[in-house]
């Protein structure tokens, strides 16, 4: 037996011990203006004959593209999955509270869906661990696994702090829904994949006999699981309602608000888990019925907003697409074809200005605004069968790799850090350096709890997005051209196998940054830096522009200035939006805390700190936050790169 598969193996023992696409249902639904290319799935009569892309890849790496053997996965990487899941668990996640205790709200739903969609790609595995021992014993371990992440994803619905979150800013809201429809899906595929029966559903239990016995009765048994799909169908559908609020269209011309205790600012994070969540609704959301305890959300006239409970409901589908439109055109990317984080309306506090318009961009590039739209992208895809979805999908991952120096055409990075002198740090890129993804608060350990959160959400989002293409199912009435879908679906295959890599590189320096403990740290390009001499870098010489990039609110506070906080002019709140005085979500200090901490003192701080051994010691060192990062990683390594 191969090392990896017994490595995996007793892996599994020892931790055990201790998607389709649907139709659009309501035709009344308008998405005429996305579907400027012929569709590959249609409800129809074929109208047009569609043409997929001959490949999503850009046409030097396209015609640099080598064909690879099939392999048989690589369970080593899996191994270094589950390591990670087990270390963020027993040394982070508190059983007797249903959570983890130094998260923080949002970042606490963030760490209950990397649970969720990692034990959904350890049932995806499971049949390709196999045993030497008996088969029953076997499954027993595999089962355990399964049963001890989830019943752990159970504990957190009730430790999570859900009337806090529904009195936060928008954002905080959209990573519940986007959280527990992923426990969904997580509890459909493992069914799905274990616990499906030909048997018929409804049992007499007098006619055991004539069922052959017993074991039919034990064999009909729907996975456990269900039992508690109501209960989180009912929560994402609750925070999607209380979340579309913030869809405003008095300003800007559309887009979500951000956060109802500032002025308006309409960032991309917001309306990307807008876009995210809304389509994740219309395609997984089983439907709910359920009244209480929650009252439903209210628009801004105090009005009670329609709280639908049927599954793929069109109003889902609909806000999806008019979320994107409205990003697309909202010129939130940069000249690297990065999305920035936001923009405010200039002169909006002014007496006599009347200008509604989105024109002050904060230039601040974030990973995590590069990742979520990617969940939302897959999809449109899925609900449509528009292949521009996937094309403009590609074309951000591409244009994210780059931004970290790496070269797809060449697969290796645009630098070579061998030629770099002793304590001189690789070329900043926009996005990283070296080839390995950073944050721009990373390499001067100056992340907050918000910062430490970032990586780990692309790279989950990016597996949501590179997962292979499955035609509609039978049952959903959707038309497929077969011949456009089967093109889509190899060159789809194609570019996500690309990234490999790139995912190798980041995910082997990232190992390299974990201690003795297997916590991850939040710098991974210093896993690259083993022969570093001198002070580790602060922001004044860590190669970043912080100044010309714009306000990084996430890591540093909101100003307390006229563009964030001034109170509007306006009284009528029909005519100008009004800020909610209500406190803001308090981080939680770790080690060294660097949270509202003057820049002064923060710089001070970074001095004294420069020349500590371990570089990911700096700052809140290894958090909660900092081992999701970690995780999210090793899993799109695992599924992109070695997943059958």
């Given amino acids: ?73 690589d369970l080593n990487v899996l191994a270094d999955v589950l390591d990670a899941m087990h270390t963020m668990q027993t040394e982070y996640f508190a059983p007797w509270l249903g ?297 951000l991952i591409q244009n994210v790799i780059r931004a970290s120096g790496y070269d797809l055409a060449s697969d290796t990075t645009l630098d070579d850090i061998s030629s770099l002198h002793p304590g001189q740090l690789p070329r900043w890129h926009g996005l990283g350096r070296a080839g390995i993804m950073e944050d721009p608060c990373d390499a001067s350990g100056t992340c907050n709890q918000d910062g430490q959160t970032f990586k780990g959400i692309f790279f989950h989002h990016l597996t949501a997005f590179c997962a292979p293409l499955a035609a509609p199912a039978p049952e959903s009435d959707t038309n497929v051209a077969m011949r456009a879908f089967a093109a889509a679906k190899e060159s789809h295959g194609r570019a996500c196998s690309s990234y490999s890599a790139w995912l190798k590189h980041n995910a082997n320096a990232a190992l390299r940054t974990r201690d003795e403990d297997g916590k991850f740290g939040q710098w991974w390009t210093a896993g690259l830096l083993g022969h570093w001499t001198g002070p580790w870098p602060t922001m004044a010489d860590d190669g970043i522009p912080h100044a010309a990039n714009g306000v990084d609110y996430r890591n540093y506070g909101v100003p307390n200035d006229t563009t964030w906080r001034a109170p509007p002019p306006r009284k009528d709140s029909s005519q100008a939006y009004r800020p909610i005085e209500m406190p803001d979500q308090v981080q939680k200090p770790l080690g060294r805390p660097v949270e509202d901490a003057p820049m002064g003192e923060l710089k001070k701080r970074q001095a004294q700190e420069s020349n500590v051994k371990d570089p990911n010691t700096r700052g809140r060192g290894r958090t909660v936050e900092t081992q999701s990062g970690g995780l999210g990683l090793l899993r799109a390594y695992w599924k992109i790169a070695h997943a059958p």
């Fill in 99 to 395: 959570t983890w205790p130094d998260s923080i709200d949002w970042t606490s739903a963030v760490m209950g869906t990397h649970i969720s969609g990692t034990v959904r790609s350890l049932s995806e595995a499971l049949i390709h661990i196999s045993s030497d021992r008996e088969s029953a014993v076997g499954w027993k371990f595999k089962s355990n696994l399964v049963d001890k992440y989830f019943t752990q994803v159970t504990a957190y619905y009730f430790g999570q702090d859900a009337f806090a979150i529904r009195n936060q800013a928008y954002d905080d809201i959209l990573w519940v829904v986007l959280g527990w429809i992923e426990t969904i899906q997580l509890v459909n595929m493992h069914n799905d994949l274990h616990f499906k029966s030909d048997i018929p559903d409804k049992i007499n239990t007098s006619n055991l006999d004539s069922l052959q016995g017993i074991s039919d009765f034990f064999s009909n048994q729907p996975y456990h699981g269900n039992l508690w799909v109501p209960a989180f169908a009912h929560r994402a559908r609750v925070f999607w309602d209380l979340a579309s609020s913030g869809w405003d269209t008095k300003l800007c011309g559309g887009g979500m608000v951000w956060n109802p205790r500032l002025l308006p600012y309409k960032n991309a994070i917001t309306n990307e888990l807008y876009i995210a969540a809304s389509i994740s609704m219309y395609l997984y959301f089983p439907g709910d019925t359920n009244q209480s305890p929650f009252f439903g959300a209210r628009d801004f006239d105090g009005s009670v907003l329609k709280a639908p409970g049927e599954p793929k409901d069109a109003r889902y589908l609909k806000a999806a697409v008019e979320g994107y439109k409205w990003l697309v055109s909202s010129n939130m990317t940069d000249k690297q074809g990065l999305y920035t984080d936001g923009f405010h309306i200039s002169g909006y506090t002014d007496a006599g200005n009347n200008n509604t318009r989105c024109d002050q961009r904060n230039d601040v590039v974030l990973s995590y605004n590069q990742g979520v739209l990617l969940t939302g992208l897959r999809g449109l895809w899925e609900a449509t069968g528009a292949s521009s979805f996937l094309s403009d999908g590609h074309k």
């Fill in 1 to 73: 037996m191969a090392p990896s598969v017994v490595r995996l193996i007793l892996l599994v023992a020892a931790l055990a011990l201790g998607v389709s696409a649907r139709r659009i249902s309501d035709p009344s639904t308008d998405i005429s203006w996305l579907i400027q290319e012929c569709p590959i799935f249609f409800t129809t009569s074929k109208r047009c004959d569609p043409i997929a892309p001959k490949s999503f890849l850009p046409a030097n790496v396209a015609s640099a593209e080598k064909d690879e053997q099939s392999h048989p996965p």
